[in-house]
């Protein structure tokens, strides 16, 4: 059964930086497709950032291009199968609940192409 759990979210003060985790389990494919969501209140959620697993293919929303990076966890760290959303130079307009989604897939970019969602971890940005 797969699994997600996202992590790392928080207060932070505009121009701050915060780092989410999503740590997966039970994918029995070596390479998927995880993204990183967001859904500030009143609005729809939407795509900020995808990775291939093991192809390491990368794909940002031009909101976060420059300001965020996602990255995947060594193969030999012991948070394995975690992806990394690393966020910098925090705007207000970055307030939102962030959500790790995943894919059986080499990469995916739109939220109809995911099949597993994480339970969300909120982010705001404020001072």
């Known amino acids: 059964q797969v699994q997600l759990v996202e992590s790392g979210g928080g207060l932070v003060q505009p121009g701050g930086s915060l780092i989410l985790s999503c740590a997966t389990s039970?994918?029995?494919?070596?390479?998927?497709?995880v993204g990183w969501f967001r859904q500030a209140p009143g609005k729809e959620r939407y795509g900020v950032a995808a990775?291939?697993?093991?192809?390491?293919?990368?794909?940002?929303?031009?909101s976060v291009q420059g300001r965020f990076t996602i990255a995947r966890a060594n193969a030999k760290d012991s948070a394995a199968n975690t992806v990394y959303l690393h966020m910098s130079a925090l705007k207000p307009e970055d307030t939102a609940v962030y959500y790790c989604?995943?894919?059986?897939?080499?990469?995916?970019?739109?939220?109809?192409?995911?099949?597993?969602w994480g339970q969300g971890t909120p982010v705001t940005v404020s001072d």
């Open positions: 989604a995943a894919v059986a897939k080499l990469i995916a970019t739109r939220e109809s192409e995911y099949e597993y």
């Open positions: 039970g994918f029995t494919e070596d390479n998927y497709a």
């Open positions: 990775i291939s697993t093991r192809d390491g293919m990368l794909a940002y929303a031009d």
